[in-house]
């Protein structure tokens, strides 16, 4: 029988659905969605990642899209992105900030670093309209990928992937719109 969490539940990943803590988790596939318009913006493409861990997707932005590129590539534009993408593990984390769309502060989901990186990677992030600043990923545990269940919700003990003994930032930024980076801080 279905729970009212199971019939609501949704299909994307969300900052809340980490309950505070950094989860690691392996990409299947890299694919496009397009998202419905907010009645201010029209409809939108977006790229979306899928995990072994979890059924639910991640709808990706700007920020974390760039902070994948710097830790995996390609370089070249052009490159399809399954190919370098798929079987690499990814810590994520949930950063406070503002959602545009409600003016409320919310849990984003960042991208952290990985356990597949060999040491730590400081990248320029340049976004449309803000001001470019450095961003430092990190070589996160080497535990084995969370065991999320299906509907998104993660314990604490599914959450830890390894990576628990790490410092979670508490606050983004706070410019809003980017991962955390203690250079930036």
């Given amino acids: 029988m279905p729970t009212y969490a ?27 969605h397009v998202f419905e318009g907010d009645g201010k913006r029209g409809d939108e493409k977006r790229g979306t990642i899928a995990f072994k861990e ?11 899209t ?6 995996f590539g390609p370089d070249d534009q052009n490159v399809e992105l399954n190919t370098v993408w ?11 900030e503002r959602n545009p769309a409600t003016g409320k502060t919310e849990p984003a989901v960042r991208v952290k ?13 340049v976004l449309p309209r803000k001001k470019p600043r450095q961003v430092t990923l990190v070589k996160t545990g080497k535990g084995k990928p969370a065991n999320m269940p299906q509907n998104g919700a993660v314990s604490h003990e599914t959450a830890t992937g390894g990576v628990s003994a790490l410092p979670i930032p508490h606050h983004g930024d706070g410019d809003g719109d980017g991962p955390y980076s203690p250079d930036a801080a």
Avoid: C, M, Q
């Avoid at 059924?55 to 700007?62: Q, T, V």
């Avoid at 760039?66 to 830790?71: D, K, Q, S, V």
């Fill in 86 to 96: 798929v079987g690499k593990r990814v810590t994520f984390y949930p950063s406070p």
């Fill in 66 to 71: 760039e902070a994948l590129r710097a830790l």
């Fill in 113 to 125: 670093g990985s356990p597949d990186i060999e040491a730590d990677i400081t990248f320029t992030l």
């Fill in 6 to 32: 199971d019939l609501t539940a949704s299909p994307w990943l969300h900052g809340s659905d980490f309950k505070g803590k950094a989860v690691t988790l392996t990409i299947t596939e890299v694919d496009e």
């Fill in 54 to 64: 979890t059924a639910k997707k991640l709808g990706l932005n700007r920020t974390n």
